[in-house]
Nanobody
Framework: QVQLVESGGGLVQAGGSLRLSCAAS????????MGWYRQAPGKQRELVAT???????NYADSVKGRFTISRDNAKNTVYLQMNSLKPEDTGAYYC???????????????WGQGTQVTVSS
């Protein structure tokens, strides 16, 4: 089984910054695309940012210029640097990853348990 564990969430004031981390572990041959999603109370889960194995990135319009996604392949970890935070950024943030399992050698897609981000006005 492949497990994703997120960390770095918390409570910050508007205009502040947070750095989220997501570490993958288990029977992993390689990681392909990775990304961050978020869900605010009463709303559907939405894509925040993605990054391919080659480093190509994609961001939701609402976070462009403020958030940066990156990855460290040696550590099987993806990061989300969040700057200039706004109250509307509040929500549960989830990590997602797809790749290839070691044994058996088959594709996988996994989700983290989520980490809460709260931005006060």
């Amino acid at each position: 089984q492949v497990q994703l564990v997120e960390s770095g969430g918390g409570l910050v004031q508007a205009g502040g910054s947070l750095r989220l981390s997501c570490a993958a572990s288990g029977s992993i041959f390689r990681l392909n695309d990775m990304g961050w999603y978020r869900q605010a109370p009463g709303k559907q889960r939405e894509l925040v940012a993605t990054i391919s194995s080659g480093g190509s990135t994609n961001y939701a319009d609402s976070v462009k210029g403020r958030f940066t996604i990156s990855r460290d392949n040696a550590k099987n970890t993806v990061y989300l640097q969040m700057n200039s935070l706004k109250p509307e950024d509040t929500g549960a943030y989830y990590c997602n990853a797809d790749g290839i399992r070691l044994l058996p050698r088959i594709p996988f897609n996994s989700w983290g348990q989520g980490t809460q981000v709260t931005v006060s006005s």
